[in-house]
């Protein structure tokens, strides 16, 4: 079992500093590689989806979040207001009230719907002390989020589609979700009182859940404050179960924003709202990711992908030169040269590293990289080239292979 508190120090992929704050993590550069690259693949997904990107304040006024509903329903969870100007502000603790305003802006035909609308962006909720922890319990988040504005004929087609974009994504990062959860209302919570809007919501996921053949479980109590929700969970080393991933139907806010579209027949009709996370939070996800592979990511998530080990000082040149040429390909390589200790020492501490390309006189004089496998196997010297292409092709791929089987053989 992996601690991804500890791993990840050990790594050096992120840290925190009293300073800074309790549930406030920084990332170190190792740390930031996987975050960036795990955001441009979430967002290359949903432009692939039809996804458009935005951008919005982390902070708004409180009006906003009475409109939303978030003051009355989350208001525990927030951060105090701060009076400025007479006004007061609030550092979101969501993004789906500044994508419904986003909406609201700009006149809508039915022929635009389903319009959806991404954003990797920031949200902070204001945490206990005693419950925050490494990456999963912060302060600070950066979510994964997307709106899809749609009518309600398009809602279930629109909510398994993003189903199957979960599980592409879980695919890519080598996990796998412990159960989906349809989680509704229960007694003692603060919901949105509409017993009319919750049937219909709860309704539709449940025919999404039941046509896509998924198990599920029903859980009360743990739906968001305006509507039910798709809950798809995963669990931990120490068998902790979590939410990652949601799908969630949503009537409340596009009626509280006033939200509408101009329909086939010429009159103003109520947009559903389906809030839609890959991955939840960042943060969260990093977490899941650390203590799932033990720090042996996927080839094309990985902080470094290379190890570039020339066997002496005489092939530092060939090896500064293979690592300019990874870069080039859009490759994170490193060279670990003998001042960094004898090869063997070396290759060990590159452990975690999916490909250690080791130069030495040979492949020096013939332009060839001897490669060795994060999985133990050696390779016969390739031209370098060739190497090249096929980690590229392997990472460009998203694939949790680090060779293909026919060039293995």
């Known amino acids: 079992m992996h601690d991804h508190r500890q791993l990840g120090r050990e790594l050096g992929l992120f840290d925190t500093d009293p300073l800074i704050g309790a549930g406030l993590p920084y ?18 997904a949903e432009r692939r989806a039809g996804y458009r990107h935005v951008y919005s304040p982390v902070l708004g ?35 789906c009230p500044h994508h419904a305003v986003i909406f609201r802006s700009r ?39 997307a709106h899809i504005f749609c009518t309600l004929d ?10 199957e974009m979960i599980r592409r994504a879980y695919e890519a990062l080598g996990i796998a979700p412990s159960r989906y959860r349809l989680s509704l209302p229960g007694p003692g919570g603060k919901y949105v009182a509409a017993p009319e809007k919750w049937e219909r919501s709860t309704a539709l996921l449940t025919e999404v859940l039941d046509g896509s053949g998924l198990p599920y479980e029903a859980a009360e109590g743990e739906a968001a404050f305006y509507g039910p929700k798709i809950d798809v969970q995963v669990t931990d080393g120490a068998g902790r179960e979590f939410t990652l991933s949601t799908v969630q139907v949503d009537f409340h806010q596009p009626e509280r924003f ?9 009159a103003k009709h109520r947009p559903v709202m389906i809030h839609r ?19 042996a990511f996927p080839a094309w998530l ?15 040149p060939n090896a500064d030169a293979f690592a300019r040429r990874c870069a080039e390909a859009g490759l994170r390589a490193e060279v670990r040269g003998p001042a960094s200790g004898t090869l063997g020492a070396r290759i060990r ?30 390779l016969e010297p390739l031209p370098s080239e060739d190497v090249l292409a096929r980690i590229g092709a392997l990472v460009d791929t998203h694939s949790t292979e680090v060779w293909d089987q026919a060039a293995a053989a």
Request: charged share 25%.
């Open 277 to 295: 996370s890959i991955i939840g939070s960042v943060e969260r996800a990093v977490a899941h990711l650390i203590e799932e592979h033990g720090g």
């Open 154 to 163: 398009q809602v279930a087609q629109e909510a398994r589609g993003a189903l």
């Open 349 to 378: 501490e590159a452990r975690l590293v999916p490909y250690q390309a080791v130069i030495g006189a040979k492949e020096a004089v013939d332009d060839r990289v001897a490669l060795r496998l994060r999985d133990g196997r050696r």
């Open 61 to 95: 006024k409180r009006e906003l979040y009475e409109i939303s509903g978030h003051w009355a329903h989350y208001s525990d969870d927030m951060f105090p207001p701060m009076d400025l100007g007479g006004e007061q502000f609030v550092l979101r603790p969501s993004l």
């Open 27 to 44: 990332w170190l550069p190792d740390g930031a590689a996987i975050r960036h690259t795990l955001e441009e693949y979430i967002r290359g």
């Open 107 to 145: 006149a809508h035909s039915y022929r635009e719907l389903p319009l959806r609308m991404a954003e990797l962006g920031g949200m902070y909720r204001s945490e206990l002390s005693g419950v925050l922890g490494g990456l999963t319990r912060v302060r600070a988040i950066q979510l994964n989020d």
């Open 302 to 316: 990985a902080p470094t992908q290379v190890a570039v080990l020339p066997i002496s000082d005489a092939e530092l």
């Open 258 to 266: 006033g939200l509408q579209y101009i329909g086939a027949d010429g």
